[in-house]
C-alpha cells in the first residue's frame, strides 16, 4: 500500500486528498503565494496546488550560489515561476557584513530568502513545502502561522506532516521531474556551502562545485582586509572555521558554530579573561545582522 494511505485508529487516511481540502478551504479566505525553491518538497507543495485547482503565484529567489544543475531545472521545468533576482550576491554580502554567515545569524537567509517575501496583509499567505519531518525546529511549527519578525507576513505550510517516504511516492506517482542531484546521492539542493548545512555535505559540494569553494575563499579574503582577528589570518583560516568548526570541547558537532560563541581563540575555546579581548561588545557588534 502506498505510504499516501495511512491506517488510523478509525480507518484509512488519504494523505493526498486531506491536503487538496486544506489548499482548496485555505484559498476561500485567502490568496496565496508558494514560495518555490525547486527541492523535492516545493515541487509537491505545487503541484498539489494545482490539483486544487485554486490561483497561486509562484517565486523563485535566486541566491548567487545556487547549483547550476538546480537552475537548469528550474529554467526548463517551471519557466513561469517569477524569479525574484538577488540585489547583492553571497560574496559580496560576506565582505559587507565582515564575517561569514553563521547558523544564529543567517543574515543570507534574510536577505535572499525572507526578503522577497509574497504580498503582506490579512488576506495574504505565503505558502511553503516546509515538513515537521526535516528537523527539531520545525517540527513545532504550525500549519498556519504568522512570522515573528514581521506580523504582516503569514504562513500556511499544506504538506508540513508529510514524511519524506510520502513526498517521494507522490512524485513517483504523479510522474514529477524533479533535479538530478537527488539521483547523485545530494539529500538537499539548496544553497552551496550553506551554513545549516554539515561538514560532510560542505565537503561534497565544494568537491563537485570548486568556483563556489574559491568565490568563497575570495570572499573571505576580502573580509579580512582593514578587520582584525585572533585566529582569522587568512581565508584558509575562515574556510577552516566555517567547514570543519571548532575542536576539542565541541568536537562531536559537525561545521562552523554560531559567532556569538567566537572568543576570540575559538579553537582553544579560552575564557574570556584569559583572551585579552572585550568579547563581550565584540560578540555583540558581529551578531548585528
Not at 481540502?21 to 518538497?41: H, N, P, V, Y
Not at 561538514?199 to 575570495?218: G, M
Not at 581565508?235 to 568548526?245: I, L
Amino acid at each position: 500500500m502506498s505510504s499516501l494511505i495511512e491506517n488510523t485508529l478509525f480507518g484509512q487516511r488519504d494523505v493526498v486528498g486531506e491536503t487538496i481540502e486544506k489548499i482548496q478551504k485555505t484559498a476561500r479566505t485567502f490568496t496565496l503565494c508558494l514560495r518555490f525553491s525547486g527541492g523535492k518538497d516545493s515541487i509537491v507543495a505545487r503541484r498539489l496546488c494545482e490539483l486544487a485547482g485554486v490561483p497561486v503565484e509562484t517565486r523563485f529567489s535566486r541566491t548567487s550560489v545556487d547549483p547550476p544543475e538546480l537552475l537548469s531545472y528550474v529554467r526548463k521545468y517551471h519557466s513561469d515561476v517569477i524569479v525574484d533576482k538577488p540585489r547583492i550576491s553571497m560574496f559580496q554580502l560576506i565582505v559587507k557584513k565582515g564575517f561569514p554567515p553563521t547558523r544564529v545569524c543567517r543574515y543570507c537567509c534574510s536577505e535572499f530568502k525572507e526578503r522577497n517575501t509574497c504580498p503582506k496583509g490579512d488576506l495574504f499567505l505565503t505558502a511553503t513545502g516546509i515538513r515537521n519531518q526535516e528537523s527539531k525546529a520545525r517540527s513545532k511549527r504550525k500549519n498556519l502561522e504568522i512570522c515573528f519578525t514581521n506580523s504582516n507576513v503569514r504562513f500556511f505550510h499544506p504538506i508540513l506532516d508529510w514524511r519524506v517516504e510520502q513526498i517521494w511516492d507522490f512524485i513517483e506517482l504523479e510522474k514529477l521531474p524533479y533535479p538530478s542531484l537527488y539521483d547523485e546521492g545530494f539529500e538537499r539542493v539548496g544553497c552551496v556551502g550553506c551554513p545549516l548545512s554539515s561538514t560532510k555535505n560542505i565537503q561534497r559540494e565544494f568537491a563537485r562545485w570548486p568556483k563556489f569553494e574559491k568565490a568563497y575563499l575570495d570572499a573571505f579574503g576580502k573580509m579580512l582586509e582593514g578587520r582584525s582577528f585572533d585566529k582569522w589570518k587568512t581565508p584558509s583560516d575562515v574556510m577552516s572555521w566555517y567547514v570543519y568548526g571548532v575542536k576539542k570541547r565541541y568536537s562531536e558537532l559537525e561545521g562552523q558554530m554560531d559567532i556569538s560563541m567566537y572568543d576570540g581563540d575559538f579553537y582553544e575555546q579560552r575564557s574570556y579573561e584569559e583572551s585579552g579581548l572585550n568579547t563581550v561588545k565584540t560578540a555583540k557588534e558581529l551578531l548585528v545582522c
